[in-house]
């Protein structure tokens, strides 16, 4: 069975500066996606970013990075010059080829920015 | 594009109750998830649509949920009797591209 964890029930930052949430995950397959996903209060999932198991280079969309370690199983998710309304729940989640492309979760980070 | 629709957002009932939730997907997305979100955890699938025929019901609790998706479009969750730990949010999302899912803002479902 895949699992997703990540070790950092909250984290906070100041405004403009740069954060790196955690996540690792434990899979036997080797065709995955990799995603992080933020939940604000309204609930609705918006994904951050997407990441392809087969592709080494790390994706990057505008502020918001990772660095994904395929042989450590480890997936960070970095954001850059962050600012207000980056605050929510960021979720790391999995999926796999060969299972109806089903999605694992992470139990989330809750990130707070501060002025 | 419109994105997906969930109502009611908010529902409060007592337990033994009934309740159901409905979602209408992006048009032309063929899947369709349930998925539940209990406080301080990640989303977890219940129930995966292709169309009208069901997927992955692996982790839906057969004895009190029950999902139907209508003619391959709107989909409604129910669950009948409920219990306190049915408390959630229950998300639906949809999709046209298995890496590409379009989620709902959840139904917020409190049981007393």
């Known amino acids: 069975a895949q699992t997703v964890t990540q070790s950092q029930p909250e984290m906070s930052v100041q405004e403009a500066e740069t954060v790196t949430l955690s996540c690792t995950y434990d899979t036997s397959e080797n065709n995955y996606y990799l995603f992080w996903y933020k939940q604000p209060p309204s609930r609705q999932m918006i994904l951050v970013i997407r990441?392809?198991?087969?592709?080494?280079q790390n994706a990057t969309e505008n502020r918001f990075s990772v660095n994904f370690q395929k042989a450590a199983k480890s997936f960070s998710l970095k954001i850059s010059d962050s600012q207000l309304g980056d605050t929510a729940m960021y979720f790391c989640?999995?999926?796999?080829?060969?299972?109806?492309?089903?999605?694992?979760f992470g139990k989330g980070t809750l990130l707070t920015v501060n002025p | 594009e419109a994105g997906v629709a969930q109502s009611p957002r908010y529902k409060i009932i007592e337990k033994r109750q009934s309740v159901a939730f409905w979602c209408n997907p992006i048009?032309?997305?063929?899947?369709l998830y349930w998925y539940q979100q209990i406080l301080g955890q990640g989303p977890k699938l219940l129930i995966q649509?292709?169309?009208?025929?069901?997927?992955?019901d692996s982790q839906l609790p057969k004895d009190r949920f029950s999902a139907e998706r209508l003619k391959g479009v709107d989909s409604t969750l129910k669950i009948q009797p409920a219990k306190l730990e049915d408390s959630a949010v229950y998300l639906c999302a949809s999709s046209s591209e298995a890496v590409r899912l379009a989620f709902g803002s959840g139904t917020r479902l409190t049981v007393v």
């Open positions: 990441q392809e198991a087969y592709k080494q």
């Open positions: 048009s032309g997305h063929a899947t």
């Open positions: 649509f292709q169309n009208n025929g069901v997927v992955d």
């Open positions: 989640a999995f999926m796999t080829w060969g299972s109806n492309y089903k999605l694992t």
